[in-house]
């Protein structure tokens, strides 16, 4: 099964930018540190980080044409803007778990509402590239469900 983690803008400056905030930690040493895990548990894992909405709103269209099966999320501020990215996480009917490295409920009053939370399976926040982690772990859970309950049906007919 292959999973597709999409980041949003500012993500390619992480370790450089707000590190009180965003941590250490590079975009390149997240994503390889999933990579570890995913193949460990046998799934496949690719990356995509994009500045631009747009560019963000086609790589998630493109899940649809790719053998993607599920879909890992940090929107960054495109979180509190993005109609159209909501609309092509709704469009591809796949499933999605939305990731942020700090806890957007605790921020700033413009952050504390996501246009895409209610259009995921679920969303971590607050605890920096450990989220990112967690939300690997959610849908790595949420595909096998969908796996055995596949095989499940298969077997009853």
Known sequence: MKIKVIHGPNLNMLGIREVNIYGPMKLEDINKNMEVVAKQNGFEIEFYQSNHEGDIVDAIQECLNEGVDGIIINPAALTHTSISIRDALRAVK?????????????????????????????????FGPFSYHLGLLAMMQILNEIKMAKEAQKAGN
Not at 95 to 114: D, G, Q, T, Y
């Open 94 to 126: 796949l499933p999605a778990v939305e990731v942020h490295l700090s806890n957007i409920a605790a921020r700033e009053e413009f952050r504390h509402k996501s246009m895409i939370s209610d259009v995921v399976a679920g969303t971590i926040t607050g």
